[in-house]
Nanobody, 115 residues
């Protein structure tokens, strides 16, 4: 079965950095579209970035220049390198993939940006 496991979240001070990982299993990772979403308390879940099988990426304007999405097909893992973090980046971060018309989500990892 499809399984996505996020890791790397935590508490970081404003201006700091974190790298999130999403380990995937049960899919042909190298051909999968992968995405990072986030959801802050009281807000809708929003797309942060996605990466296609060929390596093409999309990054939301709110994080452009600060976040970088990447993938390692040899490890079936997607990453989100986050830098210059702001308190507004505080949220639960989720990875997502698609198999056919079905969406699969990880359980999420919490990122808290606070001094």
């Amino acid at each position: 079965q499809v399984q996505l496991v996020e890791s790397g979240g935590g508490l970081v001070q404003p201006g700091g950095s974190l790298r999130l990982s999403c380990a995937a299993s049960g899919i042909t990772f190298s051909s999968a579209i992968m995405a990072w979403y986030r959801q802050a308390p009281g807000k809708q879940r929003e797309l942060v970035a996605n990466i296609f099988s060929g390596g093409h990426t999309y990054v939301a304007d709110s994080v452009k220049g600060r976040f970088t999405i990447s993938r390692d097909n040899t490890k079936n893992t997607m990453y989100l390198q986050m830098s210059s973090l702001k308190p507004d980046d505080t949220a639960a971060y989720y990875c997502k993939t698609y198999v056919g018309l079905r969406e699969y989500w990880g359980q999420g990892t919490q990122v808290t940006v606070s001094s």
